[in-house]
Protein backbone atom coordinates (compact mmCIF):
# COMPACT_ATOMS: atom_id res chain seq x y z
CA UNK A 1 0.00 0.00 0.00
CA UNK A 2 3.12 1.99 0.27
CA UNK A 3 3.18 2.25 -2.94
CA UNK A 4 0.05 3.16 -3.72
CA UNK A 5 0.04 6.25 -1.46
CA UNK A 6 3.11 7.48 -3.11
CA UNK A 7 0.92 7.37 -6.45
CA UNK A 8 -1.83 9.22 -4.27
CA UNK A 9 0.31 11.79 -3.43
CA UNK A 10 1.86 12.40 -6.97
CA UNK A 11 -1.54 12.58 -8.58
CA UNK A 12 -2.63 14.94 -5.85
CA UNK A 13 0.89 16.74 -6.64
CA UNK A 14 0.12 16.86 -10.41
CA UNK A 15 -3.63 18.36 -9.87
CA UNK A 16 -2.19 20.82 -8.31
CA UNK A 17 -4.13 19.60 -4.83
CA UNK A 18 -1.83 20.96 -1.30
CA UNK A 19 -0.91 18.16 0.54
CA UNK A 20 0.45 19.45 4.04
CA UNK A 21 2.20 17.47 6.40
CA UNK A 22 -0.22 17.96 8.77
CA UNK A 23 -2.19 15.95 5.96
CA UNK A 24 0.69 13.65 5.66
CA UNK A 25 0.18 12.66 9.29
CA UNK A 26 -3.41 12.15 9.26
CA UNK A 27 -3.34 9.97 6.15
CA UNK A 28 -4.23 6.67 5.64
CA UNK A 29 -4.21 4.77 2.82
CA UNK A 30 -6.12 1.86 4.74
CA UNK A 31 -9.22 4.18 5.77
CA UNK A 32 -9.04 6.28 2.20
CA UNK A 33 -9.27 2.72 0.87
CA UNK A 34 -12.10 1.47 2.83
CA UNK A 35 -13.51 4.78 2.30
CA UNK A 36 -13.42 3.94 -1.70
CA UNK A 37 -15.07 0.64 -1.22
CA UNK A 38 -17.82 1.92 0.97
CA UNK A 39 -18.84 4.80 -1.03
CA UNK A 40 -18.61 2.73 -4.62
CA UNK A 41 -19.93 -0.45 -2.95
CA UNK A 42 -23.08 1.61 -1.87
CA UNK A 43 -23.48 3.39 -5.78
CA UNK A 44 -22.90 -0.44 -7.31
CA UNK A 45 -26.04 -1.61 -4.53
CA UNK A 46 -27.78 1.46 -6.27
CA UNK A 47 -27.34 0.61 -9.45
CA UNK A 48 -27.90 -3.02 -8.93
CA UNK A 49 -31.33 -2.55 -7.57
CA UNK A 50 -32.69 0.03 -10.13
CA UNK A 51 -31.47 -2.01 -12.60
CA UNK A 52 -33.48 -5.14 -11.53
CA UNK A 53 -36.71 -2.99 -10.48
CA UNK A 54 -36.78 -1.25 -13.74
CA UNK A 55 -35.28 -4.76 -15.69
CA UNK A 56 -38.75 -5.68 -17.36
CA UNK A 57 -39.86 -1.97 -17.82
CA UNK A 58 -39.27 -1.23 -21.95
CA UNK A 59 -36.83 1.44 -20.84
CA UNK A 60 -35.38 3.31 -18.17
CA UNK A 61 -36.39 6.82 -17.32
CA UNK A 62 -34.82 10.24 -17.41
CA UNK A 63 -33.94 10.11 -13.65
CA UNK A 64 -32.61 6.71 -14.19
CA UNK A 65 -30.61 8.05 -16.55
CA UNK A 66 -28.81 10.32 -14.92
CA UNK A 67 -28.39 8.33 -11.91
CA UNK A 68 -26.41 5.83 -13.99
CA UNK A 69 -24.58 8.35 -15.34
CA UNK A 70 -23.67 9.75 -11.86
CA UNK A 71 -22.67 6.68 -10.27
CA UNK A 72 -20.52 5.72 -13.43
CA UNK A 73 -19.18 8.74 -13.32
CA UNK A 74 -18.16 9.27 -9.60
CA UNK A 75 -17.00 5.28 -9.61
CA UNK A 76 -14.42 6.57 -12.70
CA UNK A 77 -13.21 9.47 -10.67
CA UNK A 78 -12.72 7.90 -7.22
CA UNK A 79 -10.61 5.01 -9.12
CA UNK A 80 -9.04 6.80 -10.92
CA UNK A 81 -7.32 8.80 -7.78
CA UNK A 82 -6.72 5.19 -6.26
CA UNK A 83 -5.18 4.12 -9.37
CA UNK A 84 -7.56 1.24 -10.44
CA UNK A 85 -7.27 1.92 -14.16
CA UNK A 86 -9.12 -0.90 -15.01
CA UNK A 87 -12.33 -0.16 -12.91
CA UNK A 88 -12.05 3.28 -14.26
CA UNK A 89 -11.81 2.40 -17.84
CA UNK A 90 -14.75 0.43 -17.75
CA UNK A 91 -16.85 2.79 -15.73
CA UNK A 92 -15.72 5.60 -17.84
CA UNK A 93 -16.89 3.51 -20.92
CA UNK A 94 -20.11 2.70 -19.24
CA UNK A 95 -20.32 6.41 -18.38
CA UNK A 96 -20.13 7.51 -21.91
CA UNK A 97 -22.79 5.06 -22.67
CA UNK A 98 -25.22 6.66 -20.54
CA UNK A 99 -24.10 10.33 -21.79
CA UNK A 100 -25.10 9.51 -25.09
CA UNK A 101 -28.40 8.06 -24.01
CA UNK A 102 -28.75 11.54 -21.70
CA UNK A 103 -27.92 13.62 -24.23
CA UNK A 104 -29.07 12.05 -27.76
CA UNK A 105 -32.51 10.46 -26.36
CA UNK A 106 -32.81 7.54 -28.99
CA UNK A 107 -35.52 5.87 -29.23
CA UNK A 108 -34.31 2.51 -30.13
CA UNK A 109 -32.13 1.54 -27.34
CA UNK A 110 -32.29 -2.24 -26.92
CA UNK A 111 -33.21 -2.71 -23.01
CA UNK A 112 -32.49 -5.86 -22.19
CA UNK A 113 -29.01 -5.78 -23.58
CA UNK A 114 -28.49 -2.57 -21.58
CA UNK A 115 -29.40 -4.35 -18.58
CA UNK A 116 -27.26 -7.42 -19.42
CA UNK A 117 -24.24 -4.62 -19.68
CA UNK A 118 -25.14 -3.09 -16.88
CA UNK A 119 -24.67 -6.22 -14.75
CA UNK A 120 -22.01 -7.65 -16.11
CA UNK A 121 -20.02 -3.89 -15.27
CA UNK A 122 -21.43 -4.28 -12.07
CA UNK A 123 -19.97 -8.06 -11.62
CA UNK A 124 -16.71 -6.91 -12.93
CA UNK A 125 -16.66 -4.36 -10.64
CA UNK A 126 -17.90 -6.23 -7.46
CA UNK A 127 -15.64 -8.68 -8.09
CA UNK A 128 -12.60 -6.25 -8.12
CA UNK A 129 -13.73 -4.52 -4.66
CA UNK A 130 -13.84 -8.19 -3.43
CA UNK A 131 -9.55 -8.75 -4.46
CA UNK A 132 -9.39 -5.29 -2.84
CA UNK A 133 -10.61 -5.98 0.43
CA UNK A 134 -8.84 -9.27 0.57
CA UNK A 135 -5.59 -7.71 0.39
CA UNK A 136 -5.55 -8.51 -3.27
CA UNK A 137 -4.98 -5.88 -6.74
CA UNK A 138 -7.70 -5.86 -8.99
CA UNK A 139 -6.00 -7.27 -11.65
CA UNK A 140 -9.51 -8.45 -13.49
CA UNK A 141 -8.95 -6.96 -17.57
CA UNK A 142 -11.96 -5.04 -18.34
CA UNK A 143 -10.87 -5.04 -22.34
CA UNK A 144 -13.57 -7.27 -23.27
CA UNK A 145 -16.34 -5.67 -21.51
CA UNK A 146 -15.06 -2.49 -22.61
CA UNK A 147 -15.44 -3.59 -26.42
CA UNK A 148 -18.62 -4.98 -25.67
CA UNK A 149 -19.48 -1.65 -24.58
CA UNK A 150 -18.14 0.27 -27.24
CA UNK A 151 -19.54 -1.94 -30.03
CA UNK A 152 -23.75 -1.28 -27.97
CA UNK A 153 -22.74 1.97 -28.56
CA UNK A 154 -22.03 2.65 -31.76
CA UNK A 155 -24.71 0.43 -32.21
CA UNK A 156 -27.20 2.89 -30.36
CA UNK A 157 -25.33 5.84 -32.26
CA UNK A 158 -26.22 4.32 -35.87
CA UNK A 159 -29.66 3.27 -34.81
CA UNK A 160 -30.43 6.89 -33.67
CA UNK A 161 -28.62 8.11 -36.67
CA UNK A 162 -31.01 5.58 -38.87
CA UNK A 163 -33.79 6.78 -37.37
CA UNK A 164 -33.12 10.85 -38.05
CA UNK A 165 -31.77 10.13 -41.59
CA UNK A 166 -35.02 7.85 -42.09
CA UNK A 167 -36.98 10.83 -40.22
CA UNK A 168 -35.63 13.50 -42.89
CA UNK A 169 -36.56 11.30 -45.75
CA UNK A 170 -39.99 11.33 -44.59
CA UNK A 171 -40.48 15.02 -43.72
CA UNK A 172 -38.68 15.54 -47.33
CA UNK A 173 -40.73 13.22 -49.20
CA UNK A 174 -43.93 14.74 -47.53
CA UNK A 175 -43.09 18.17 -47.89
CA UNK A 176 -42.30 17.55 -52.27
CA UNK A 177 -46.16 16.24 -52.04
CA UNK A 178 -47.36 19.75 -50.25
CA UNK A 179 -44.97 21.95 -52.30
CA UNK A 180 -46.86 19.60 -55.16
CA UNK A 181 -49.97 20.35 -54.30
CA UNK A 182 -49.57 24.15 -53.84
CA UNK A 183 -47.07 25.21 -55.16
Known amino acids: ?7 IMKTMEDLQIPFTEEMAEDFSADGMLDMYLYE ?14 KK ?3 SFDEADINEFFRVMHTIKGSSGIMMF ?3 MKLAHKLEDVFYFIRE ?8 MELVEHIFQVSDFISAEFD ?6 DPDGDAKELIDELDVFLKKIKNVSTWS ?20
Open 1 to 7: HQSRICR
Open 40 to 53: NGQLIEQLEATTLE
Open 56 to 58: DAD
Open 85 to 87: DDI
Open 104 to 111: SKPDNVPH
Open 131 to 136: KIRDGG
Open 164 to 183: LLHELTFLRQNSMLIIGKFG
